[in-house]
C-alpha cells in the first residue's frame, strides 16, 4: 500500500485484505521487542477479516482489542456487507456489471475518493467475500434484511434494486452482526489468530531501513504493563472511527453530531497513530449516521439505540412529513437514514 492511502476506512480494509502473503521466516524477537508476529491487527471488528486471511494463509497474527470483548461495532451492526459485482448473486441468478458499480460509486463518493481507490474496491470485494468463505464457517447469501436489500440510492445511475447486500446464511432474521463477528472469530481460532483483549495499542514503532522509515511493531498496553510487539509484515490499523471523541467529531465533521451507537473504544486511536508516523487522512468529513429523536437520544444517553432506530423508521412511514422550523420539508423522507442526516448538515 502507498502511504497515501494508508488509512482508507472499515470497508476499504475489509475489501482489501485478501492478502497476497507467505509465511515470514522465523526470526529471533528484535531488541526491545517482547513478542513477535508477522502480522498485528489493532481492532477486533471488520479487522478479523484480514486476520483471518492471513491466518489462514500461513502468517502468525495476533488481534489487539481495547475492550474486553471481540467485535466493536461491527458486533451490534446489521452485518449486511455492500459488495458490488459479488459472485454470491450470480449463484442465485442475478447479474451485475463493473460499469454500472463504477458509475454509482464515483457519483457516491462526491469526489472524495480516487478512481484507484474504487477500482480497488469493485475488484477485491469479490475474492474478499470467497476468501471468507474459503476459511471460515460463513456462508454468505443475498440480504433478506427487509425482504429485500436495494442500494440506498436505487435511483441513481448504475443503481441495482438487489443483490450487492450480502450477509451470512442464517435462519434468524434480523441484524446479524453477532453472527457474522462469531463465526468469523470461529475461523480466526482455527487458523491459530492469539487474540489479547483489554490491550489498548497505543503507539506504532517505526524503524529506519535504508534510508526510509517502516513500521515495525506496535506498543501495546496490557493492565499496568506496556509491551512491545514486533509485526514483521505489517500492522492493520481498524480501530473503527472517532464517534466517541468529541473533539475530533468538532474539527473534522460538517455539524454537530453528539449521540453514538459506535463501540466505546473507538476515539479516533489507529488515525492519531497513523498520523504520528506522517500518514495522510482522507474522508475524515464524512461518517454514517442515523436521524434521532433529540428528546429521546438525550433521555437514553449514550445507549439511544432505540431512539436512533424509531426516528429511521418514523419518518419513512407512508405519508410522514418531516418539517424544519419554518415549516419547510427538507428532504426525501423515504430515503436512506445517511442521506437523511446528510440533509441536516446541509
Ligand atoms: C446499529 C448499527 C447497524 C449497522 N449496520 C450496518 C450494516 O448492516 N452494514 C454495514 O456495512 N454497516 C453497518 N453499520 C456500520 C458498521 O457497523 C461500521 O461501519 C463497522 O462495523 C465499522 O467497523 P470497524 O472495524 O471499522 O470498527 P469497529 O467494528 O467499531 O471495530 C473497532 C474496534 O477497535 C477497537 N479499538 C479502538 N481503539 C483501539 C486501540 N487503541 N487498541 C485496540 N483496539 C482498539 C474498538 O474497541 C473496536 O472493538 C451499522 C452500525 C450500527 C451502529
Excluded at 262 to 272: F, L, Q
Aim: net charge neutral; aromatic share 6%.
Amino acid at each position: 500500500m502507498k502511504r497515501r492511502s494508508f488509512i482508507t476506512g472499515g470497508s476499504a480494509l475489509l475489501a482489501g485484505s485478501g492478502l497476497g502473503v507467505a509465511a515470514a521466516a522465523p526470526d529471533a524477537v528484535g531488541p526491545g521487542f517482547d513478542r513477535e508476529f508477522d502480522l498485528v491487527v489493532v481492532g477486533s471488528g471488520t479487522g478479523l477479516a484480514a486476520a483471518l486471511i492471513a491466518a489462514s494463509e500461513g502468517l502468525s497474527v495476533l488481534v489487539l482489542e481495547k475492550a474486553g470483548v471481540i467485535g466493536g461495532t461491527t458486533l451490534v451492526s446489521g452485518g449486511v456487507l455492500w459488495v458490488p459485482v459479488n459472485r454470491v448473486m450470480q449463484r442465485e441468478g442475478l447479474d451485475d456489471n463493473r460499469d454500472d458499480a463504477k458509475r454509482y460509486l464515483t457519483r457516491l463518493s462526491r469526489g472524495q475518493a480516487s478512481a484507484e481507490i474504487i477500482d480497488a474496491f469493485i475488484d477485491n470485494g469479490a475474492d474478499m467475500l470467497e476468501a471468507v468463505e474459503r476459511h471460515s464457517p460463513i456462508r454468505w447469501r443475498v440480504s433478506r434484511f427487509m425482504g429485500r436489500m436495494p442500494d440506498y440510492h436505487a435511483e441513481w445511475p448504475g443503481a441495482m434494486t438487489h443483490g450487492r447486500s450480502v450477509e451470512t446464511a442464517v435462519e434468524a432474521a434480523g441484524a446479524l452482526g453477532g453472527h457474522l463477528i462469531s463465526l468469523l472469530y470461529e475461523g480466526c481460532l482455527a487458523a491459530g489468530v492469539e487474540f489479547w483483549t483489554e490491550a489498548p495499542a497505543q503507539r506504532l514503532i517505526t524503524t529506519e531501513l535504508s534510508g526510509s522509515r517502516r513500521v515495525s511493531g506496535i506498543q501495546v498496553r496490557r493492565g499496568t504493563v506496556t509491551q512491545n510487539v514486533r509485526a514483521h509484515r505489517g500492522v492493520i490499523l481498524a480501530t473503527g472511527g472517532f464517534e466517541r471523541n468529541a473533539e475530533m467529531k468538532t474539527h473534522f465533521l460538517r455539524g454537530p453530531s453528539p449521540y453514538t451507537l459506535g463501540a466505546p473504544g473507538n476515539r479516533g486511536d489507529g488515525i492519531h497513530m497513523g498520523m504520528a508516523v506522517g500518514a495522510d487522512l482522507r474522508n475524515m468529513n464524512e461518517c454514517w449516521h442515523l436521524v434521532v429523536y433529540k428528546a429521546l437520544a438525550e433521555a437514553q444517553g449514550h445507549l439511544a439505540g432505540g431512539a436512533g432506530l424509531f426516528g429511521q423508521v418514523d419518518k419513512t412511514q407512508p405519508g410522514a412529513i418531516v418539517v424544519n422550523r419554518h415549516g419547510e420539508r427538507f428532504f426525501n423522507e423515504a430515503g436512506s437514514y445517511d442521506a437523511s442526516w446528510q440533509s441536516f448538515h446541509t
